[in-house]
């Protein structure tokens, strides 16, 4: 069966540099829709749906397709970009996508979408770029930390999450405690052809807790109504987290569950941004090493629809964010692997973390996503160990 498609330009032309963050909103919309599509001039909107709909059902998820490109494209003005790194020109040995060749090798199982199991290459690969990420952690003898993977909500409420990313939270819940409930599910619990669970909601107890969204958050809570030594405070983690990113969620470059390492800085302004630039020019030197081609530049993060222009805009001139963004050359397009953050006060004014003078904490991390670092890797440098830098050909031996 043809899909249905429904075409119409939007109320007010998207700018060129807001196309893909509009885009990738889109999917959030409505159930409905299978895929979604902006012309590069951000004149045209193409929805492909999932299913035939009437005329009117049409209309309003177009209908919706319009605020959302009207709350976040208009008056919108195009922030300066600051590039503080540029090797995106760095010769690589590779051009093609890793994903078919990972597949016949059996190193990839994809459980659900946005859900992989890794095999022996990747995590390989992945323990390589961990180490590196170790030692520079190690560098700044960072306190190493174990977070939990469930968040609670009340954590989150305070510091805002809900308000600005409310697109891509996980839920953690369970069966009420209730003998009648756990049998009935017991008795009757199954999943349909799409893989939904069939038990009722109200057999499950309130959401107390959810999946993490990110590392640093967990020690910001630990630090929570504390004054922190003079010297202040550097940890490092590793640990899962959970964006949900719907139609967006794409092979290793976009999961739904993910790998984070962070190496965390909790102090005064000074002691933060110093640090910032510290482990970036560290970095840079492990990245020439192995001939990696990236870039650095600032970004904002994928905030919803409601906060994005306002929040957007406030991360862009403060230059709070720089996003370690490599090359794919297969898609001639760039993938962030990594982030150097630095979030002002807002933790230590909303979480009562005091400096000794009794002034709110600052705090920033330095962010690398383990699966996204390892798939451009291997789409610059590909599966001939004889084309990796020398320092990587061990990883197989």
């Given at each position: 069966?043809?899909?249905?498609?429904?075409?119409?330009?939007?109320?007010?032309?998207?700018?060129?540099?807001?196309?893909?963050?509009?885009?990738?909103?889109?999917?959030?919309?409505?159930?409905?829709?299978?895929?979604?599509?902006?012309?590069?001039?951000?004149?045209?909107?193409?929805?492909?749906?999932?299913?035939?709909?009437?005329?009117?059902?049409?209309?309003?998820?177009?209908?919706?397709?319009?605020?959302?490109?009207?709350?976040?494209?208009?008056?919108?003005?195009?922030?300066?970009?600051?590039?503080?790194?540029?090797?995106?020109?760095?010769?690589?040995?590779?051009?093609?996508?890793?994903?078919?060749?990972?597949?016949?090798?059996?190193?990839?199982?994809?459980?659900?979408?946005?859900?992989?199991?890794?095999?022996?290459?990747?995590?390989?690969?992945?323990?390589?770029?961990?180490?590196?990420?170790?030692?520079?952690?190690?560098?700044?003898?960072?306190?190493p930390y174990r977070f939990p993977t469930l968040i609670p909500a009340r954590y989150l409420e305070k510091v805002g999450y809900f308000r600005a990313f409310p697109h891509s939270l996980s839920f953690a819940t369970h069966l009420r405690e209730d003998l009648d409930h756990i049998d009935s599910f017991a008795?009757?619990?199954?999943?349909?052809?799409?893989?939904?669970?069939?038990?009722?909601?109200?057999?499950?107890?309130?959401?107390?807790?959810?999946?993490?969204?990110?590392?640093?958050?967990?020690?910001?809570?630990?630090?929570?109504?504390?004054?922190?030594?003079?010297?202040?405070?550097?940890?490092?983690?590793?640990?899962?987290?959970?964006?949900?990113?719907?139609?967006?969620?794409?092979?290793?470059?976009?999961?739904?569950?993910?790998?984070?390492?962070?190496?965390?800085?909790?102090?005064?302004?000074?002691?933060?941004?110093?640090?910032?630039?510290?482990?970036?020019?560290?970095?840079?030197?492990?990245?020439?090493?192995?001939?990696?081609?990236?870039?650095?530049?600032?970004?904002?993060?994928?905030?919803?629809?409601?906060?994005?222009?306002?929040?957007?805009?406030?991360?862009?001139?403060?230059?709070?964010?720089?996003?370690?963004?490599?090359?794919?050359?297969?898609?001639?397009?760039?993938?962030?692997?990594?982030?150097?953050?630095?979030?002002?006060?807002?933790?230590?004014?909303?979480?009562?973390?005091?400096?000794?003078?009794?002034?709110?904490?600052?705090?920033?991390?330095?962010?690398?996503?383990?699966?996204?670092?390892?798939?451009?890797?291997?789409?610059?440098?590909?599966?001939?160990?004889?084309?990796?830098?020398?320092?990587?050909?061990?990883?197989?031996?």
């Amino acid at each position: 069966m043809n899909a249905t498609i429904i075409e119409f330009p939007p109320t007010v032309t998207i700018p060129p540099h807001l196309v893909g963050e509009v885009q990738s909103k889109l999917a959030y919309v409505d159930e409905r829709i299978a895929a979604a599509h902006i012309g590069a001039a951000g004149d045209n909107i193409i929805i492909e749906l999932k299913e035939p709909l009437s005329t009117a059902e049409q209309a309003t998820i177009e209908e919706k397709v319009q605020r959302v490109v009207v709350s976040m494209a208009q008056g919108a003005i195009r922030p300066k970009v600051q590039v503080l790194e540029d090797y995106l020109d760095r010769r690589v040995p590779f051009n093609g996508d890793p994903m078919p060749e990972l597949a016949r090798r059996g190193e990839i199982s994809q459980e659900a979408q946005g859900i992989y199991v890794l095999g022996p290459l990747l995590t390989r690969l992945v323990d390589w770029f961990e180490q590196r990420f170790l030692d520079l952690a190690a560098s700044f003898s960072a306190q190493p930390y174990r977070f939990p993977t469930l968040i609670p909500a009340r954590y989150l409420e305070k510091v805002g999450y809900f308000r600005a990313f409310p697109h891509s939270l996980s839920f953690a819940t369970h069966l009420r405690e209730d003998l009648d409930h756990i049998d009935s599910f017991a008795e009757g619990a199954a999943c349909d052809q799409h893989g939904n669970l069939n038990a009722p909601f109200e057999r499950f107890a309130p959401i107390q807790t959810l999946l993490s969204p990110a590392v640093c958050y967990h020690l910001y809570f630990t630090l929570a109504d504390q004054t922190l030594p003079p010297q202040g405070v550097t940890a490092t983690a590793v640990g899962n987290c959970f964006r949900y990113e719907s139609l967006n969620l794409s092979s290793l470059e976009r999961l739904w569950n993910f790998t984070m390492r962070e190496v965390i800085f909790v102090g005064s302004k000074e002691f933060v941004l110093e640090n910032r630039e510290i482990a970036r020019q560290r970095m840079q030197r492990v990245f020439e090493e192995i001939g990696f081609a990236y870039r650095v530049e600032s970004a904002n993060d994928p905030f919803f629809i409601g906060e994005f222009r306002k929040q957007a805009a406030f991360q862009s001139a403060f230059q709070l964010k720089y996003e370690i963004r490599a090359r794919l050359p297969f898609k001639d397009s760039t993938l962030a692997v990594g982030s150097y953050n630095y979030h002002q006060d807002f933790f230590g004014r909303h979480l009562s973390i005091h400096l000794p003078d009794g002034s709110p904490a600052h705090t920033g991390c330095v962010a690398f996503g383990l699966e996204r670092i390892v798939f451009a890797f291997l789409a610059q440098f590909g599966f001939d160990l004889a084309q990796w830098p020398r320092s990587m050909q061990e990883i197989l031996q």
